[in-house]
């Protein structure tokens, strides 16, 4: 992310932002979190159910231990305190995609508790953003709203297990709430826990944000923002409701606490529903599921499933590699890059090199073609060889260009390739002056209207050189040549 960050708030510096996130994430278990149903996403629906799920009278919900394992690799990860005794609880309320009329969840004692999660600020600096809690709980079925009014619900989403992130309101600006996000989101993809798919619905993020004038220690009315599915929509419509929030408080207007979605289309906020009087949930504890215990013995063997977290790898990158902070964080952002780049650059020990072949070449060639990394056949050892012969001269750039789409496509290494087809870059001036002595012969014409003073002929001539050497010229040298000749 560039320090160049525009906000509604340079505009209204005696405001300041205080945003609370809560984020539901889906898990990616094999069954549901209480009944031993298939835990998958886009099935026809009403097909993906049991009696448990679908909360008949007398059914009793078993819990999925992977849940919890989950939950305790998301606490580890985000410096939480693991409760070593919890349990869950009954939160009453009435929905059609809700038939037991209470939604199973973690009430007084969340499974893990007072975390943080840094992040990088626009400035710099680093920042904790303090975790309240994070819980376990089960997600709600789906209600559709179709054509003439009519509604059908799908209890697909039933039970599905969801783990929800909860900070304080330490964030401060739209830079640092897509910054939490962001690090939340590949820390979890990191953990291989959820498949973070917001499109999908498997990372859900709610923002709450109010205003106040600098110095006051007060917090103000919190809207809620929801159901927002992309990074670029939430800053849009973060960036949305601070202005409007700022602009009521300017007119003194009362800001109302509720609930706005962001419609894409008119890129504002709008009123979704009022929060103004409180729900009362009446939680009781689950007496159908015993509490949880967790042991020291838990505990570690979950630690040792826990990989080197992005945020440290990111660090590490910058550190080891001496990247930018902007280069290591979209290294890091997917696990197999990340790995990729190390590899690479180990073997070529030229590490700005390498890193610039992945975020600029690489990346470009696998969102163009739609790709994984792993559904290219190009290797490490391939970029890094690569690398070396243009650091070494061995080719010129033009050429490296065309290897590297070779190499992914056939998973070939640079030397293998430079050999076979003979792509050595021509940098001697025994081999090139007479190239170009004979271009400067060719083009008589060309050459008069250069030395009247034409310039804009001089890549006309570098053209034929390279073309005269199948690409394959030195190019520097070629220039220096070609200046020496035409005077
Ligand atoms: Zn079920």
Redesign the pocket.
Known sequence: MSSEVKSVLDHHPSYEAVIGIEVHIQLKTKS?IF???PNHFGQEPNT???????GHPGTLPVLNKTVVDYAIMAALATNSTVARTCGFARKHYMYPDLPKNYQITQADVPICSDGYIPIQCADGSEKKVRLIRIHMEEDAGKNIHGMAGKSWVDLNRA?TPLLEVVTHPDISSTYEARAYLMNLHTLIKYLGISDVNMEEGSFRADINISMRKKGETKFGTRVELKNINSFKFIAQATEHEMSRQIEMLENGERIKQETRLWDTKHQKTVFMRSKEESQDYRYLTEPDLPAIQIDDAWLERIRHMIPELPYNKSRRFQDEYTLSANDAEILVSEIAIARFFEQAARISNKPKQTSNWILRDLLAYLKEHKLELEQTKLTAQALAELVVALDKGVINSKVGQEIFIEMIQTGKGADCIIKEKNLEQIDSVGALEPIIIKIIQDNADNVAKYKAGNDRLFPFFVGQAMKATGGKGNPVLIQELLKKHLG
């Open positions: 549901k009944c031993s149903c993906n159910i049991c009696p448990v799920c679908t039970g």
